[in-house]
């Protein structure tokens, strides 16, 4: 399928607010996710939006959603060493799409927590 | 709180060798899912599975590839003659099914890393 897009690599000081922003390909998705990954294990669902919303807080994580430009975010509050990993962006494909219930994942976008 | 577990967590094996990699679903869950993870690449859909039967596949789940629900609670993926370009990171998932096609949050294992020399 077509590509999520997202930054490949962002390095924040703790304590900082971390930022990583991704463009989904359907602007019919139904649900965007974010999942997290750390070194050397799986893939942890940190958060989801539905496509109706515009915005969801979740202690120190922000989501927000631009379904005009197809664009979601998910925003860190001061940011621990604890929080570096990949994290990666994935749209669930609208109901009429041929994609079932297939997650499209973006690259993942490297996060560095530097003290 | 409920997880998946996957078996193994590392697996070496010959090409042309058969692999079968072993996933626990949550208990209650009706949709199982194989993804793989390329070394520095995007996570990439393989198969889904409901009702004892494959619903959706991808280019990459080729003849090689099958799928099973041999018992009430293990889903496996079977390899039957590993390339070279197999080694990958293989996630299992599953989810819920209980609430028509929305709010199908897909939960991962924590991946059997596959290596093929």
């Known amino acids: 399928g077509e590509d999520v897009e997202q930054s490949l690599f962002l390095s924040v000081r703790e304590g900082d607010s971390s930022v990583i922003n991704c463009t989904y390909t359907?602007?019919?998705?139904?649900?965007l996710y974010w999942y997290k990954q750390e070194p050397g294990a799986g893939l942890q669902l940190l958060t989801y939006?539905?496509?109706?919303?515009d915005m969801k807080q979740d202690q120190r994580l922000t989501v927000l959603l631009n379904k005009k430009d197809k664009h979601l975010s998910l925003r860190i509050a001061d940011t621990q060493t604890g929080d570096s990993a990949i994290y990666f962006c994935?749209?669930?494909?609208?109901?009429?799409?041929?994609?079932?219930?297939?997650?499209?994942f973006g690259k993942g976008t490297s996060l560095l927590v530097t003290p | 709180e409920p997880e998946v577990t996957q078996t193994p967590s590392h697996q070496v094996t010959q090409m042309g060798q058969e692999v079968i990699l072993r996933c626990v679903p949550i208990?209650?869950?009706?949709?199982f899912y194989w993804y793989r993870q390329i070394l520095g690449q995007k996570v990439e859909f393989l198969v889904s599975?409901?009702?004892?039967?494959?619903?959706?596949k991808s280019e990459i789940f080729d003849d090689q590839f099958s799928v099973e629900r041999p018992d009430g609670s293990n889903f496996t993926l079977k390899i039957r003659s590993t390339k070279l370009e197999d080694s990958a990171m293989y996630f299992c998932?599953?989810?819920?099914?209980?609430?028509?096609?929305?709010?199908?949050?897909?939960?991962f294992g924590p991946g059997t890393r596959l290596l093929v020399l």
């Open positions: 998932a599953s989810s819920p099914g209980t609430s028509g096609r929305y709010q199908e949050t897909q939960y």
């Open positions: 359907d602007s019919s998705s139904t649900y």
């Open positions: 939006i539905f496509s109706n919303m």
């Open positions: 994935a749209e669930f494909p609208p109901t009429n799409s041929n994609s079932g219930y297939a997650l499209n």
């Open positions: 208990s209650n869950h009706l949709y």
């Open positions: 599975f409901y009702n004892n039967e494959i619903s959706e």
